[in-house]
């Protein structure tokens, strides 16, 4: 054998050896850090599995739907008093027109009247 080849194959054992080394190292490591890891994951999914859990037999989907309708409807209602609001609006100023008009009118009989009584005293 070669001074050449047994150098190569001294270098290969040694890269060989160091890539084992390595991977026990990284096993080792993952072996501490695995338990860590499903801690910081399980906690927080068991936290937000709570929040979302119901205390009802009814499921998630379902209370979003109702509260959906619920809001639907309080939509329409909002709508239906807007609209009877706008139309007691529209009367209220018909009436305040025609208070002034009439008031108008009963200020031009007084200032008839009075002028009346002024000249035939």
Sequence with gaps: MT????????????VCGALLAILGVAGVAWRIALPWLREQIVKPVQQTREHVANSHSTNLRADIDAL?????????TGDDTS??????????DAHLTSAAATDASVHQRLVALETARQEHP
């Design 3 to 14: 001074d050449t080849t047994q150098a190569a194959l001294i270098g290969a054992g040694a």
């Design 68 to 76: 959906a309708a619920e809001l639907k409807e309080v939509r329409t």
């Design 83 to 92: 609209r009877a609001v706008a139309r007691i609006g529209g009367q209220l």
